[in-house]
């Protein structure tokens, strides 16, 4: 079974004797329909864009919701788009695992073409001049969104662009913005950009980004004050927010166990020459949710017939605010850090550990549901519940501590500042209160050491700050009995990263002594985690 327009076609027997649910539309016309007058592009071409999103615009075409699919943007390793996307003619499968065990396999064909940014360009700037576009994606990480490095400075890419619409835009904010530029320039038809990443107010960020670039260029004269407006106005450009919700781990060699034993012929793992790793087939886990803001000025598919739900952004808020914040990505980050510690490689591993189990059981209940915003469309204990009970112990979900890990200073002043002010609202008391999210912040200060809790050297995940933020824990060691309170001064004041100055707020002398707990000797993670939350 290899996974090509011919092949889906000439083993028909074969794909749905193995249990493959293989596409409905016509998909030769739905991509000539879809190149001649695109409606959805989609900017990030990982795993969440090729499983989730691609599975959503199938169940369009399928149930004939839709005449067109999608096309996806490679806009940081584009080696991916010839070594994979079009090697096997933009299809993948989609392999939905069930916490029963039981599993969905799906060829998917709704992405009719995937466009390297950088080197085909002209074939986007088309796209963006069309004005059947409706809606514009984007899923990238936090870090895609900063136009700053960590000293406040520009970084090379944005600097270099400031004073009018570069000919190669090197940073995605300024490619949004000059792709937003040339669909003013032809007409000004209306769009709408969604950022569909996990982090609070995301269409409010990426609204403030791009907007400090257009100001630039408004600025020195080298684009009009039209364009300004063009894009300030919800009307012509809107930013809606959205929360998504699907756990999407990287390819799982167990699954492409099975699906070899099923036959299929095109399940190789490849590494780009960026890390990246890539196949043909996404597992992701069974349970999903997409939340956007209904701010659409062009129209916009109609998802809300295949489950994402289209709302008021005062609920995307609640509802964001309830996931990143509190019942998901800070019990998530939690696993990270101290499965690290504790020597994991899988988040349900993690969750037979009755300690690492007590531990977000309570960071969820005792901290954070206390503060979170009920949504209304959807309860968060049931939805914690969830998370705790079925999502994070799947065996079939194989996500890994250490990608949770990535950029996790860049994570904490969502998952864990807003929750932080929420506290400091309430007073000095409610933030004295507080247990669990400075064992955290303890705990995480202890892994950017990159000493196990039996003493070992571990990798640190990719983190932009990590490099300084271990500059300033240098001289410290396994076993070192401190006090450690005016060495973590500088990283627990920054308020940048807790959301809160930890210093000022009375938090940051637990935390320190937490930390101290955690650096005597070889199984001091452990015993501090007990002390921390026996009865």
Request: charged share 25%; proline share 6%.
């Amino acid at each position: 079974m290899k996974l090509t327009l011919e092949g889906i076609k000439k083993d028909i027997p074969q794909w749905k004797a193995g249990g493959y649910k293989l596409p409905k539309h016509n998909i030769k016309k739905v991509r000539e329909k879809t190149l001649a007058s695109p409606v959805w592009v989609h900017f990030g071409s990982g795993n969440i864009s090729r499983g989730y999103l691609a599975m959503l615009q199938q169940r369009l075409l399928d149930d004939s919701l839709s005449d067109r699919g999608m096309i996806i943007c490679s806009s940081w390793d584009e080696e991916v788009v010839d070594r994979v996307f079009r090697s096997h003619d933009n299809l993948n499968v989609a392999v939905s695992l069930h916490a029963d065990g039981t599993v969905e396999k799906q060829v998917i064909a709704s992405v009719a073409a995937y466009i390297k940014t950088n080197s085909e360009l002209p074939d986007l700037v088309r796209i963006f001049r069309n004005p059947s576009l409706q809606m514009a994606s984007i899923a990238a990480t936090e870090k895609a969104y900063s136009l700053t490095d960590a000293s406040g400075d520009y970084v090379p890419a944005v600097a270099s662009a400031l004073k009018a619409p570069p000919e190669h835009p090197g940073h995605l904010m300024v490619l949004i913005a000059f792709l937003l530029h040339c669909r003013y320039l032809a007409g000004a038809a209306p769009v709408a950009l969604v950022s569909m990443d996990n982090f609070s107010h995301n269409g409010m960020k990426l609204f403030t980004s791009v907007r400090a670039i257009a100001e630039s260029w408004v600025k020195v004269g080298s684009v009009e004050q039209g364009f300004l407006d063009y894009i300030g106005d919800p009307a012509t450009v809107a930013f809606p927010w959205s929360m998504i919700d699907r756990i999407v781990p990287k390819p799982s060699e167990q699954i492409r166990e099975m699906l070899i034993a099923d036959g299929y012929e095109s399940g190789d793992i490849i590494t780009t020459a960026k890390g990246s790793q890539v196949t043909t087939f996404v597992n992701l886990e069974e349970t999903e949710y997409l939340v956007i803001e209904d701010s659409f000025p062009n129209d916009r598919p109609a998802l809300d017939k295949v489950g994402v739900i289209f709302t008021d952004r005062d609920t995307v808020d609640k509802v964001e605010t309830m996931k990143v914040c509190t019942c998901l990505n800070p019990l998530h980050t939690a696993l990270a850090i101290f499965g690290c510690l504790l020597g994991y490689d899988r988040i349900y591993e993690e969750m037979k550990n009755f300690l690492l189990r007590r531990f977000v059981t309570r960071l969820a209940y005792d901290e954070g549901l206390t503060v979170a915003a009920h949504p209304g469309i959807i309860d968060p204990e049931k939805f914690v519940h969830e998370v705790l009970t079925k999502r994070f112990p799947n065996p079939f979900v194989p996500d890994m501590p250490q990608r949770i890990a990535w950029d996790t200073s860049q994570k904490v002043p969502v998952r864990f500042g807003v929750t932080l002010k929420a506290y400091a609202a309430r007073g000095a008391d409610a933030l004295e209160s507080l247990v669990y999210i400075p064992l955290f912040i303890a705990g995480w200060l202890r892994y950017l050491l990159g000493i196990d809790d039996e003493g070992n050297l571990f990798e640190i995940s990719p983190d932009p700050l990590g490099p300084a933020l271990r500059e300033k824990l240098a001289g410290i060691s396994l076993g070192d009995s401190g006090p450690f309170t005016e060495t973590l001064r500088p990283i627990l004041s920054d308020a940048g990263i807790f959301g809160i100055d930890l210093v000022e707020s009375g938090l940051a002398e637990k935390i320190s002594v937490m930390f101290g707990e955690m650096l005597k000797g070889p199984g001091a993670v452990t015993r501090t985690l007990e002390k921390y939350l026996e009865e």
